[in-house]
């Protein structure tokens, strides 16, 4: 009796760290989206419009990993195919960003895809810290930490893309690197779908 007792609060005291975790990188995330993404409509810069779409998906990832927190392994999978349909629509959005600039090319502002690239980075590597001893807990988790994960390659993507506009005088590193997170987020998707479906297959 004793022993279900402990298992029964250590399971609650898990999720409840999980549940704090989730609302602090959700809140940095939401704020991070608005500010990276004026900043991208503001330069012209695909490669910073799909990392702030990324912040964006991160927050409506962390606020569905939030909902089921406390839920059954079988919704936590079902809730990690959406978190998978998300990143694929994100993708598809930076792929259209990037054929548009294709037909229509324009040379970003490098300062400022540097500057905000960093100050993405410095927000994504607070939350990726805070994810850090959660990532194998369950699937839930796991596919949260996944996106965290490749926030940190988007920023630094998006900061040797300022480089390169800069050394260039073009917006081809930007559209560059802009095709390069569009594979990111395609690989994560195909991740995060396949890791959901053999959870949903191992459930009774």
């Not at 990324?54 to 089921?68: E, F, H, R």
């Not at 079988?74 to 990690?80: F, S």
């Not at 802009?178 to 195909?190: K, Y």
Request: with cysteine; glycine share 6%.
């Amino acid at each position: 009796m004793s022993g279900c007792c402990n298992s029964s609060c250590s399971v609650d005291a898990l999720r409840q760290r999980q549940k704090g975790t989730l609302q602090m990188v959700l809140a940095i995330n939401a704020v991070m989206f608005f500010v990276i993404a004026g900043a991208a409509l503001y330069s012209y810069s695909s490669a910073l419009l799909a990392d702030s779409l990324d912040n964006l998906g991160d927050a409506l990832t962390y606020a569905l990993s939030l909902y089921v927190v406390s839920r059954s392994n079988t919704a936590k999978a079902r809730v990690a195919l959406f978190k998978g349909a998300l990143i694929f629509i994100a993708a598809c959005v930076v792929a259209s960003q990037v054929v548009y600039k294709l037909l229509e090319p324009q040379t970003p502002i490098f300062e400022v895809m540097g500057s905000f690239s960093l100050l993405a980075l410095l927000a994504n590597s607070i939350c990726l810290y805070l994810l850090w001893r959660h990532r194998h807990e369950d699937v839930n988790m796991s596919s949260v930490w996944e996106c965290s994960r490749n926030d940190i390659a988007t920023n630094l993507s998006v900061f040797i893309a300022a480089g390169g506009v800069w050394l260039t005088g073009s917006g081809w590193p930007d559209v560059v690197v802009a095709m390069g997170l569009v594979v990111l987020l395609l690989r994560s998707s195909i991740r995060v779908l396949s890791s959901a479906v053999r959870e949903l297959r191992h459930e009774p």
